[in-house]
């Protein structure tokens, strides 16, 4: 029902920048909240940043500042502008979107993951 395809992961040196996209398609009525959890080896996933159909944004502690979600709602994308990135934040990237169907219910749908590698 419904498709999210990310883009724009990849290797970066420390102190740099990449922005991830995250589009999504499909028959649905809406789409609320979007958001970006990220998964490193051996550790559990974690949210990273969401952002309302109102565009209310919230952020986990060790991006604030440093990342930027934002969503165009007629191109059914969402963005993650990561600045001053760190090896730490080298993990997988996983959008998803809790997307309202056609027939009102709600559910969450997962992108497949976009690899980011901070390293020098």
């Known amino acids: 029902q419904v498709q999210l395809v990310e883009s724009g992961g990849g290797l970066v040196q420390p102190g740099g920048s990449l922005r991830l996209s995250c589009a999504a398609s499909?028959?649905?009525?809406?789409?609320?909240?979007m958001g970006w959890y990220r998964q490193a080896p051996g550790k559990e996933r974690e949210l990273v940043a969401s952002?309302?159909?109102?565009?209310?944004?919230n952020y986990a502690d060790s991006v604030k500042d440093r990342f930027t979600i934002s969503r165009d709602n007629a191109k059914k994308t969402m963005y993650l502008q990561m600045n001053s990135l760190k090896p730490e934040d080298t993990a997988v990237y996983y959008c998803?979107?809790?997307?309202?169907?056609?027939?009102?219910?709600?559910?969450?749908?997962w992108g497949q993951g976009t690899q980011v590698t901070v390293s020098s």
């Open positions: 499909g028959s649905i009525f809406s789409f609320n909240t």
């Open positions: 952002v309302t159909s109102g565009d209310r944004t």
């Open positions: 998803y979107t809790n997307a309202v169907l056609l027939d009102r219910s709600v559910r969450r749908f």
